[in-house]
Structures are given as C-alpha cells and as structure tokens.
C-alpha cells in the first residue's frame, strides 16, 4: 500500500536533515519503483501459495521486500507484488521504525465496524492512483513471522487498513476490484490510459 499524500512531507524533512539528498530519494524510490509489478501484471491477480518452513530463502525475501517498501515509500509490500507468489507481506507505519512481517496471515476476527478511506497501491500507477476502500476497523491477524515462530494480534485503524489491502494481494485482489461502482469505472480508465 502506498501513502503518497506524506511525500511532500518526507522531501521537506529530507532537506533539513543530514543523509541522501531529495534526488536520491527520488532515484532510489524510482529504482524501487521498477521492481514492483504493476497492473495489469498477471501475478498481481492470481491467489498466492501458503509458504513452508521458514529458511533462509524467505528471510531473504523478506529482507528484499522490505528494502523495496521502504524504498519507494510505501507502507505495505506483498510478495506478488515482486512476482513472487507466495503469502508474505510485510508493513511498517511511518511513525515507527519496526516492520511487521506476516508469513500466511489469516483474519481470525473483523469488526463488524467499517470505515471508508482512500487507499493507494504501488501496483497501480506507482501508487498515484487513490481510490475510496471500505475497510473493517479492527482485525486480528494470526500468522507466523520471518522466523517461523507463530505471531496472532489485534490491529485498528490505518494498521488494520494495510493488513487487509495486503492479505487481499495474497488473494489477488486489488483496490480496484474493491471500489464501488463508478469509482471502479473511473480507476479502470485511468489505468487504460496511463499505463503501459
Ligand atoms: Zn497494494
């Protein structure tokens, strides 16, 4: 999942602060940018496979993908999203440093509360494109992490909006397959158009 509207926020904080100029940023989340599958890509819409043991293999995955996500300034990254179809994911809120990393996560519970936010995705059009998501509030999530020991929580809010936007990329499904009607019609266009 992407969270473009903080860019402009970032870029100002980057001027100020020691480390990579705002072009790096840029170059780097462009060069990030490449690896991530866009839409209409096949992989994005076929279901993930569950994932054996825990190895090293997907401790190098994980590692990878996190690289990427933070790269290209998104909160959320699932494995098919690289072309990789198994059921990982891994998400990190901007206001803390720990990333989160879900190996076959599973929904055990959902609030029967929904809200109704705009989302991006780094599929679609680099994560330009916001579309309207009805989300539950509050999930929890059982899964196990990188090091294959069993993890099983509650999350809210923006937490739980990216754990369920990134679930659904290990069902293949998109935002767009989410939106109502005539946002829908209005994403498919946009994407007709812009990408390639
Ligand atoms: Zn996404």
């Not at 279901?47 to 293999?57: F, I, K, L, N, R």
């Not at 989160?100 to 029967?112: A, G, I, K, T, Y």
């Amino acid at each position: 999942m992407s969270e473009h509207a903080h860019e402009h926020e970032q870029d100002e904080d980057a001027e100020q602060a020691e480390g990579p100029s705002d072009e790096e940023r840029r170059a780097w989340r462009l060069a990030a940018l490449r690896l991530v599958r866009q839409y209409p890509d096949p992989v994005l819409k076929n279901p993930a496979v569950p994932v054996g043991e825990s190895d090293d293999e997907l401790r190098a995955l994980t590692a990878r993908m996190t690289d990427i996500m933070r790269a290209s300034h998104g909160v959320g990254l699932a494995a098919p999203q690289i072309g990789v179809s198994r059921r990982v994911l891994v998400y990190g809120m901007r206001d803390d440093d720990e990333v989160h990393v879900l190996v076959n996560p599973e929904l055990v519970e959902r609030s029967e509360e929904t809200e109704v936010e705009n989302e991006g995705c780094l599929s679609l059009l680099g994560g330009e494109l916001s579309i309207p998501v009805e989300r539950h509030v509050r999930v929890r999530v059982s899964a196990t992490d990188a090091a294959g020991e069993p993890v099983d929580y509650e999350a809210e809010g923006l937490e739980a909006r990216v754990i369920q936007h990134e679930i659904d990329h290990l069902d293949g499904v998109l935002i767009v397959d989410r939106a109502e009607n005539d946002e829908r019609k209005g994403a498919l266009r946009e994407l007709r158009l812009r990408s390639v």
